[in-house]
């Protein structure tokens, strides 16, 4: 084996040059000669059907190519896999912001020019699009794993619990706003395409793609080796993607497509607005005797998303009585979709905030009330946890963050003109891997041995090339500046996404079971017996090897399932809100992750930090406000839609629990993509209360909420 | 975008003269609002007359006259130079904080003085095309009256627009009693006192001021005061940098002894133009500059408020923020 390990190292992004340089390729960064460039256009109703379509000035219009409408669009596959609709197959609409055509032209301004040339005439329909008017009429979702989970009587725990409290806590839509919009380069040959697409399920958007395009998978070649963010936008595919391959089709020309940033608020899904009715019930020592957690949310006309906002409630906390239900209410609203944490970070708001005020009623700490109800095996399956790092994120926490100074009663600390508080919240995220295939391919010149590592991984920015050369440098005795990672190609081994907090875990366990059994294989064609295991580098030099390679399909151990497996985390939030002004300031910010393994502690440091952005933005500025009128979203920029600025965001710091877990997976990897950003806006907003003695139930907490 | 004629100018004249000839020309400048609107098809001039090579970005003292120890500011110098010029730094420190409130860093480097007090509403109806709105097109009625309007204004509003104007700068430069100085494509050069330069609404928001059609501001004049370092520019806002203002005010405080002299007052974020508090001003001068005075100063100009549906909170944050930005003045926001 190596002597200098590389995995757990804090090394630097093997693609920060080409980064920092700006020669790494995104989707559009690709130049291919004779491109023509589309713009989509959109609905301005949100209910109704389009009655008449001219584009006759459109298409008259300086260096047009095309204009594809539901008049004239290929017949596509609905049901592919592309999320959202929109694929221009009738004059149907469904919300608005909906795409009724593309233009292409020789230029980007062209297409834009004559993209507000079509004259577009609509029958009007009933739209549903305020929610507080149809919450009402939200029913059981279809999808099984939304329907009730009942344990015990909840309403008789209730009903004779001496401490108790039952609070409606919301949280309004959120989008994405990844940094490089969605866009893509679309180019035919013959019956293949090629698509240029940042997508973190490279397989998922080629299936989705070719499904959606009535074209076999294997002519879909889907190329991403570099995404500008996505936060689950990118997980599944919208109809800008295939709408590109259509209109390079059309025009017989690579085509590129880019939304605009006012396009990404209505093209490419969004975090619904969540109601959450929490009832909590206590015996005066602090253990729980009841929890409810019920979700009333919206989804698209025609098609079913609910983020799971009562998982954190089913795996938290120790209690006999417990009711987790969901409903929803088909709207006139683009389709939700997965949104970074999706239903715990929205759901840990609503359940830590809650715990706080019932914590706060029994005057018990919020950190010894959480212990207390510490459960000792999932409480959801009666599963054992793999392992469960709560107790230890809080207490290490506590110690590091300074939590003794904060004081039971609100207001108890000021400082000029701001009331400062401390907030605690707690979260978890489902560990585990997915299969992933992965190649290596082994090279030697004279001793020095060159290593590349192939499967159809993603790397959003989170540094998924960087961990894969730390595993296979350590796992085949090569240094990382011999190994080179070659991801986010639909044409390489199939892999998991870099969603659900799968990536890290599938991805590393993969290569490096792949690189186990190259090292086997060559032992095996060595025929020798060795003292010590070789690594593979020392054998190809030893058995005098030029090249060799190996392919491994790899799976997740054959009894992970028998566990329940968590990241957990535990947030603290100092606050400073202004008493005149109701600014508030989050001068520092602590996140305490169990996570398992860390592979590299500098990229994971990162991501943590990005979660507690997030979900600083959460808690205090971000917002998508639709008129209830029209369905049009007011917040259509990154002017109106606030996500934090530098100014906001103080010092964030991490810790990660040293721990060894193995059960889930053969390297011990957690994830911390999602868990990142789960808890935190309960935390800040728990603060708030520890500041002000204000509790504020209503996302996000901007200043007129603390006059 | 639409196509448009780019024409670039080196003199006052030369640029008015085209403005003369084509009704639908437009003054290029930093073109950090201008360019955004066009490509968003909200403005759709046919031609851009660029100005940015015209001499106007000076910054001096003005040294005769009856506005002595004033300052004149080009109306081409950038937001940034502006805001960090010693001259204003040390006289108008007012006008460098509410300079330095507004837009982002990228942004005030670009944009230039004249272009900031020309700058259109940031209301999203106004942005959308296919919403309603009397600014953009007159007689498509107020998209944001009924609609979402927690940004809108509170004083001044008509049925026909509910806007406000986004500016911090004007807020200041209408505290400080600034006087705006323009010309025409007849070569006549005109002041407008800064309080006249905005307008409200009334039946015709598509008109932000009072300039001519193609007259052209080459620069801003502010008198001396007795206020610098007894004022403060306060802007609550969503979020710490980069956001438009809830409420602003810019408050200059003149003392004679521990009495109130006079004290100016202007408010952002809650009309159609930087709203100057009169109410409070008048109340108090000869006052001792107490908080509760303040206090007493601040309820009395939020009475006349007219909220919207979104909006109500706004007089309860005026009055907090001008009491506070009162108070923060008395110590230069050395507090």
């Not at chain 1, 998978?217 to 991403?224: A, G, K, L, S």
């Not at chain 2, 015709?204 to 008198?223: A, F, H, M, R, V």
Request: proline residues 5%; aromatic residues 6%; contains cysteine.
């Amino acid at each position: 084996m190596s002597e200098v390990k590389n995995v757990g190292q804090a090394i630097n992004r093997i693609d920060g040059i080409v980064k920092v340089t700006g020669t790494a390729t995104y989707a559009t960064d690709y130049i291919l000669k004779n491109t023509a460039h589309a713009v989509i256009f959109k609905s301005t109703i949100a209910a109704g059907k389009i009655t008449k379509m001219d584009t006759t000035d459109a298409e008259k219009s300086a260096g047009v190519l095309a204009v594809i409408t539901h008049k004239n669009a290929p017949k596509l596959n609905a049901k592919g896999g592309i999320r959202g609709g929109a694929l221009l197959q009738s004059p149907d609409i469904e919300f608005y912001g909906q795409h009724i055509g593309v233009v292409v032209a020789e230029t980007f301004e062209q297409a834009r020019y004559a993209a507000k040339l079509v004259k577009v005439t609509y029958e009007k329909g009933e739209a549903k699009v305020d929610f507080a008017k149809h919450a009402k009429e939200a029913v059981l979702p279809k999808e099984e794993e939304k329907a009730d989970a009942i344990r015990g009587d909840v309403e008789s725990a209730f009903n004779n619990a001496e401490f108790k409290m039952e609070a409606v806590y919301e949280t309004p839509i959120e989008h994405h706003n990844p940094m490089e919009p969605h866009s893509t380069i679309a180019f035919w040959e013959g019956e293949k395409v090629t698509l240029y697409n940042g997508s973190q399920i490279v397989n998922g958007a080629q299936t989705a793609a070719a499904a959606t395009l009535n074209i076999k998978p294997e002519n879909v070649r889907i190329v991403t080796p570099h995404i500008g963010g996505g936060f689950g936008s990118k997980g599944g595919q919208w109809a800008n993607l295939v709408l590109t391959a259509v209109a390079a089709k059309t025009v017989n020309r690579p085509v590129k497509l880019a939304l605009t940033r006012q396009q990404m608020f209505n093209s490419v899904g969004l975090r619904q607005k969540n109601q959450q009715k929490i009832r909590l019930a206590a015996t005066k020592d602090g253990k729980l005797t009841a929890l409810a957690h019920e979700t009333t949310t919206h989804s698209a006309i025609n098609n079913e998303f609910v983020e799971p906002c009562g998982d954190c409630s089913k795996v938290m906390y120790e209690t006999p009585n417990s009711l987790i239900s969901y409903r929803v209410v088909p709207m006139n609203i683009i389709l939700p979709t997965y949104t970074r944490g999706p239903g715990k970070s929205t759901g840990s708001f609503a359940l830590e905030s809650a715990m706080d005020e019932l914590a706060y009623q029994l005057k018990i700490d919020p950190i010894e009330f959480r212990i207390k109800n510490e459960p000792a095996k999932d409480p959801s399956n009666g599963k054992p946890w793999s392992s469960r790092t709560t107790v230890q994120c809080l207490q290490e926490g506590a110690k590091a963050f300074g939590w003794e100074k904060r004081k039971m009663e609100p207001r108890q600390q000021e400082q000029g003109e701001y009331l400062i508080g401390y907030g605690v919240a707690c979260g978890s995220y489902p560990a585990r891997q997915r299969d992933t295939s992965a190649i290596v391919k082994l090279s030697r010149k004279g001793s020095d041995v060159k290593a590349t590592i192939e499967l159809a991984a993603s790397d959003l920015g989170t540094g998924t090339h960087t961990i894969i050369a730390q595993t296979a440098s350590d796992a085949l005795g090569i240094p990382i500046k011999n190994i080179t990672v070659h991801i986010g190609d639909s044409s390489l081994p199939p892999a998991a996404g870099s969603v659900g907090s799968v990536g890290a875990a599938s991805f590393a366990n993969a290569v490096n079971d792949a690189c186990n059994k190259i090292t086997d294989e060559l032992l095996a064609k060595s025929g020798k017996q060795f003292f010590a295991r070789p690594t593979a580098a020392s054998l190809m030099v030893s058995e005098n090897i030029a090249e060799f390679q190996t392919r491994m399909d790899a799976k997740p151990p054959a009894d992970a399932d028998q566990y329940s497996a968590h990241s957990f985390n535990a947030n603290f939030a100092e606050v400073w809100v202004n008493k005149y002004t109701g600014m508030v300031r989050v001068p520092r910010f602590l996140a305490v992750t169990g996570a398992g393994k860390i592979l590299n502690p500098k990229t994971a440091r990162s991501q943590i930090i990005g979660g507690c952005v997030w979900g600083i933005g959460m808690a205090l500025t971000e917002e998508s406000i639709l008129d209830p009128r029209w369905g049009n979203f007011v917040t259509r920029s990154l002017a109106e839609y606030h996500v934090p600025s530098n100014l906001d965001i103080g010092k964030i710091e991490t810790i990660f629990i040293n721990e060894i877990d193995t059960k889930p997976n053969t390297l011990g990897v957690k994830g911390i993509g999602e868990v990142g950003i789960v808890g935190v806006a309960g935390a800040v907003a728990n603060a708030i209360f520890n500041a002000t003695g204000k509790r504020v139930r209503e996302l996000p907490i901007t200043p007129d909420k603390l006059l | 975008m639409r196509p448009f004629i780019y024409t670039p100018t080196s003199t006052v004249s030369a640029a008015t003269q085209k403005l003369k000839a084509n009704p639908h020309a437009k003054y290029l400048a930093g073109g950090t609002n201008l360019l955004d609107l066009m490509k968003e098809d909200v403005e759709k001039p046919t031609e851009l007359v660029d100005i940015t090579r015209l001499v106007l970005t000076e910054v001096k003292a003005i040294t005769t006259g009856v506005n002595k120890g004033g300052i004149t500011i080009g109306a081409l110098g950038k937001n940034t130079d502006t805001a960090n010029h010693p001259l204003i730094r040390q006289n108008f420190p007012l006008l460098t904080q509410s300079i330095l409130a507004g837009a982002s860093a990228q942004i005030r480097n670009m944009a230039s003085n004249g272009g900031n007090l020309n700058q259109r509403t940031r209301c999203p109806y106004f942005y959308e095309t296919s919403m309603p709105c009397n600014k953009r097109e007159p007689g498509s009625g107020c998209g944001a009256l009924e609609g979402i309007n927690r940004m809108h204004a509170i004083f001044g509003w008509s049925q026909a627009c509910v806007a406000v104007h986004p500016s911090d700068m004007c807020v200041a430069l209408a505290a400080l009693d600034a006087v705006v100085k323009v010309q025409g494509a007849d070569g006549k050069e005109r002041s407008i006192p800064f309080t006249d330069y905005h307008r409200l609404p009334g039946d015709t928001p598509q008109k932000d001021n009072t300039l001519n059609p193609g007259e052209l501001i080459t620069s801003i004049e502010i008198p001396i005061n007795n206020f610098a370092n007894t004022s403060y520019y306060l802007k609550v806002r969503d979020r710490a940098s980069y956001a438009f203002a809830l409420i602003s005010v810019a408050a200059g405080v003149e003392l004679e002894g521990t009495r109130i002299k006079q004290a100016k007052i202007a408010l952002g974020g809650v009309a159609h133009k930087p709203w100057r508090a009169l109410e409070a001003e008048k109340f108090l001068i000869g006052k001792e500059a107490t908080e509760a005075n303040f206090k007493q100063a601040a309820e009395l100009e939020m009475k006349s408020a007219k909220p919207l549906e979104h909006n109500e909170f706004k007089i309860e944050l005026g009055k907090r923020a001008i009491t506070r930005a009162l108070m923060q003045a008395m110590t230069g926001g050395k507090a």
